[in-house]
Nanobody, 130 residues
Framework: QVQLVESGGGSLQVGESLRLSCAASGYSIGSTCLAWFRQAPDQEREGVATLYTGTGYKYYTDSAKGRFTISHDNAKNTMYLQMNRLKHEDTGRYYC???????????????????????WGQGTQVTVSE
């Protein structure tokens, strides 16, 4: 049984930093596609960052470039999203996701597609106050 468990969410103020973690079990994240999605209130879920472990290629949505970093630790089978200089518009529920089909977006510069990710975490809330 595959499980992804996020942690690290919370309430912060503009300008602060936060690191989200996503611990996987029942599935090796060492050779697959990893992604973080965000869903803000009344908005569609959007892909924030993606890491294609086969090539090392990383994608970031424009709002995340220069502030967020996606990474993973094979030994811990855990992926991370380091978020710096948080903005109010970063508020939302963050979901980690993994899947191999996402590889078709590798190197394209296109955002990840939710449908390409097979396994999802339960989400962790990030609230950034002005």
């Amino acid at each position: 049984q595959v499980q992804l468990v996020e942690s690290g969410g919370g309430s912060l103020q503009v300008g602060e930093s936060l690191r989200l973690s996503c611990a996987a079990s029942g599935y090796s994240i060492g050779s697959t596609c990893l992604a973080w999605f965000r869903q803000a209130p009344d908005q569609e879920r959007e892909g924030v960052a993606t890491l294609y472990t086969g090539t090392g290629y990383k994608y970031y949505t424009d709002s995340a470039k220069g502030r967020f970093t996606i990474s993973h630790d094979n030994a811990k089978n855990t992926m991370y999203l380091q978020m710096n200089r948080l903005k109010h518009e970063d508020t939302g529920r963050y979901y980690c996701a993994v899947g191999k089909i996402g590889a078709r977006q590798d190197g394209t510069g296109e955002p990840p597609l939710s449908a390409d990710y097979q396994y999802w975490g339960q989400g962790t809330q990030v609230t950034v106050s002005e």
